[in-house]
């Protein structure tokens, strides 16, 4: 997590003009002003034991950052937004109020204020950002390699729900956020045959084709990435399901950090009260662009990938993009059985900070929609993160390869078949070749 601190630090310690001119005319106070603004933005990373490198609990945790938040929000470097199409329930983008006030409060010299106009602190259920019904943990730690490549591991966990169960909220946590690049809880069904022989807690080296390929019809139940934070499930009565029966499988993707490390990871899940009308699951990592082929030095390289949905009644109400350390840029594209195409979502790649994009409105896809979806990628020596630009990138792993994935989130009708809700169209069923279609070769069919 080393790049992703430093990038914290860089953005909010950067120096830079403000966006905007201090509007604000009364005196600013921490207490009354601006802690209701880091409560409702910035506490869920800024604090103990998160992602973010500072705490903003207190005054006197914010206090010497004063400078640094003002650059850091007139820059619109923080809160962590990419997404420049589309609407979303969960924005994250400060109001030009909320900007002005925080601008306003260092300029003013950031002063404390009453302690009476404090708002209470949020509760943080023991560093969890859900109150959790039940929590599954790894069985045993994992040990991480100081050194060297590690590959995928997948571990069983014996839960064996003994009923039917609806989640409407989950939140993955790493045991060593150190050495967790990222990792997924996949709902492994008792009927499965994937891992149908593993060993609990043991580590099986697996990589994502497998994983993506051995679902089955069951569901991504958490998942972590930097600033990911907890899920929610409950969109329109919806919940995710978990069949009686149901085993976890942990999917992580560990980093060695240079000294050996230890990880035991756990996830969090609430429960819905009753059964809900709609079935709320999530794709493992589809559509995704296994012929995926990136030429040496191309600086803004076109991927495209694409699934068909394969049921009816269907909606739209989560995108996650995910690339590596070229990505750029992510498109998420539908193109309805009438051949008119709609953008839903476009916004910039940041790999120190893998977000998920919640739709404010959810999107009715009938059967037969084809979800087209269109990432670029900077393989030339000017992209400072690149590895290797002299190499050809094809799908990989690891960091220095590449991936073109999404995990997009739907809501349908419980009785519906979740193994039927994608199939693979488009230039998703084509074989690797020196470079894939083009945006253009694909859309105009």
Known sequence: MSMLRASVAASLLGIAALAAPNTVST???FNKDVLPILQKNCQSCHRPGEIAPMSFLTYNDARPWAKAIKVAVASKKMPPWFADVGHFANDRTLSAADVNTLAAWADGGATEGDAKDKPAPITFQDGWNIKPDMIVEMPKEFHVAAKGTINYQNFLVKVNFPE???????EMRPGNAKVVHHGRVI??????????????????????????GAQEGSDLLGKYNPGLGAQGFDVEGSAKFVPKGSDLVFNLHYTAIGTEATDRSKVGLVFAKNPPKNRYWMSPGTPAAFNLSIPPGDHNAEVVSEVTVGVPDAKLVYIQPHLHLRGKDYEVRVIYTTGEMETVFKGKWNFDWQIGYQLAKPLPVPMGTR??????????????YNPDPAKRVLWGDQNWDEMQSGFLGLVFDVNTDASKVFKASGPSLLPRGDFGPTLAAVTLK
């Open 164 to 170: 039917d169960k609806w989640v409407i909220a989950a």
């Open 27 to 29: 005196p600013v106070t």
């Open 371 to 384: 979800i087209l979806t269109v990432a670029h990628y900077d393989n030339s020596a000017t992209n400072p």
């Open 187 to 212: 709902v492994r069904p008792p009927d499965s045959k994937w891992m149908q022989t593993a060993v609990p807690g043991e580590p099986y080296e697996t990589g994502s084709g497998p994983m993506l």
